[in-house]
Nanobody, 127 residues
Framework: QLQLVESGGGLVQPGGSLRLSCAVSTTGFTLDYYAIGWFRQAPGKEREGVACISSGGGMPNYADFAQGRFTVDRDSAKSAVYLQMNSLKPEDTGVYYC??????????????????WGQGTQVTVSS
């Protein structure tokens, strides 16, 4: 079981940027064997997939609303995955979670097929 810890959330004005981090840890694992996903949940709404990065070569996958504004990347040496969010909108407000699943030879999913989850970090976009 992987331990995931998100950080980097906060309050930002519309049009601003945030970079979320997901630190992944456990003994003897290799980050490149795992797909890492970012999800969010707004108040009163269901959790939804935002972006993910696949195992191996790290092919990304984005929800339509994230395409062109958000970028997911990975630093395997630091066992960390990042979500760069630009041009933020009030509707991007929510708790953002990262999640992991050992998944090889397949594009990472934006559905909740993940085994291990972090506790989340709050993102608030407001003027």
């Amino acid at each position: 079981q992987l331990q995931l810890v998100e950080s980097g959330g906060g309050l930002v004005q519309p049009g601003g940027s945030l970079r979320l981090s997901c630190a992944v840890s456990t003994t003897g694992f290799t980050l490149d064997y795992y797909a890492i996903g970012w999800f969010r949940q707004a108040p009163g709404k269901e959790r939804e997939g935002v972006a993910c990065i696949s195992s191996g070569g790290g092919m990304p996958n984005y929800a339509d609303f994230a395409q062109g504004r958000f970028t997911v990347d990975r630093d395997s040496a630091k066992s960390a995955v990042y979500l760069q969010m630009n041009s933020l909108k009030p509707e991007d407000t929510g708790v953002y979670y990262c999640a992991a699943v050992r998944l090889l030879y397949r594009l990472c999913p934006l559905s909740e097929e993940y085994d291990d989850w972090g506790q989340g970090t709050q993102v608030t976009v407001s003027s």
